[in-house]
């Protein structure tokens, strides 16, 4: 069995034992088979460097899923991980130190088979924190999904594009998105309002937690939230409003303060696909949302004023016209002074 050792003249020599080398050995087996070992399979050795896991040494199980690394350095600093390929996955065993006295540890890798569809993933779990600010909700969603197959859930890719196992649908407008753990932060994509991966799901339970903002844009806000996957239990925690004013369809649970109302369902598994709705009542809204509000009364008061007075002079004028069409069109004194001449002409002529 040949062990292909690489950059461990890298590690540092502080706590080294002089003359000392150990010794990580153990076997592979297929979790999905009650333990079956893993002939042939690839197991790799990685050892903490400056942060990171490198890959220090590599090697190749034998009929009995056995392997071992030989000959590495003794060092209290470094922490050796050693890990077996299958299906494209990547299974990490335990940690290993060394300690003074102790230099050989065996450990037991375990790797599972692959099923692509249906997806066998349910949430055990779902907790939905409302904290209410002024126009905006600051949400905290903690979900732990589990995978209760023997298999590793790895989806099924269609038209050539990556499979996706994992979606989270995000309220309309979500913004600020951030993970709790930085391996999911890495792993999910936002696409189209949905938080997607193509992470594999190994059999077992995983924690995750996503902080997200959604801004409030009217004075009555309503939060809906649609369950991805099969959820047995659903928390609804509202912070920073009075319990008067929430209203969830999922059963209340209590108050804990005035200030806080919590709801929970832990009753029958809800479907994918349910809806989980809560109306806020009355909310604080930022104050651009007021400037943009006032700025556009202004404009129809403006508007509005215009449209008036253009009206008003309107009828202004029809008005002025009417009343120059009433008078009467009086004689005037030139013509006056003409016809009183005339009439003394026609009087001074004798009769024939």
Known sequence: MGVFL???TQFAAVGVVDGAVGEISGTAVNGSQDGAPLAGAEVVLRASQNGAFVPVAETTTDSQ?????????VDEGVIFLAGVNRGGIHYPGPRVRFRPGRFTTHVQLVAYDTVESPSPLI????????????GFLEVTEKLLIENPNPATFVGKSHDDRPPVTLRLSLPEGVEKITFEREFHGRNFQLQAGQLITDLPWQ??????????RVPVEQRYSVFARVLDVPTDRVVVRVVGKNESEVVCNVPKAGSPSGLETVFEHDGATLPAGYEISVRLGAMPLRFETYARWMAVAMLVVLVGGSVVIAGVRRLRRATNRDKDSSVPIRPS???????????RITSSQPNR
Do not use: K, V
């Open 123 to 134: 949430s055990r779990r779902h907790e939905i924190s409302l904290q209410c600010g002024e």
């Open 203 to 212: 059999p077992g339970s995983r924690e995750l937690t996503i902080i997200y």
């Open 65 to 73: 899923g056995f392997f071992r690394f030989a000959d590495l350095p």
């Open 333 to 343: 004194r030139t013509a006056g002074r003409r016809s009183r001449r005339a009439h």
């Open 6 to 8: 690489l950059l461990l």
